[in-house]
Nanobody, 115 residues
Framework: QVQLVESGGGLVQPGGSLRLSCAAS????????MDWYRQASGKERELVASISNGGSTNYAGSVKGRFTISRDNANNTAYLQMNSLNSEDTAVYYC?????????WGQGTKVTVSS
């Protein structure tokens, strides 16, 4: 059974940084895409960043230049480096892996940006 375990969320002051991690456990093969989504209170879940197995990346306009997505294929792990955080980045962040045998979601990790 495949599980995605996220870590790295927490409380940070405006202008600060956090690094989220998402590691897959279990037998998962050929992850062709890794995504980070977020869902703020009362809002729909939105795609924040994605990375292909070849390393191509895409970002939502609201985070471009501040967030960086990366992946460690050997360890089936995705990362999201978040810099210059502001209150609008407050949300629960979810990772999603798209693989040959299915699509998998993490349980979410909460990020709160507040002074």
């Amino acid at each position: 059974q495949v599980q995605l375990v996220e870590s790295g969320g927490g409380l940070v002051q405006p202008g600060g940084s956090l690094r989220l991690s998402c590691a897959a456990s279990g037998r998962i093969f050929s992850i062709y895409r890794m995504d980070w989504y977020r869902q703020a209170s009362g809002k729909e879940r939105e795609l924040v960043a994605s990375i292909s197995n070849g390393g191509s990346t895409n970002y939502a306009g609201s985070v471009k230049g501040r967030f960086t997505i990366s992946r460690d294929n050997a360890n089936n792990t995705a990362y999201l480096q978040m810099n210059s955080l502001n209150s609008e980045d407050t949300a629960v962040y979810y990772c999603k892996f798209s693989a040959i045998r299915g699509i998998y979601w993490g349980q979410g990790t909460k990020v709160t940006v507040s002074s």
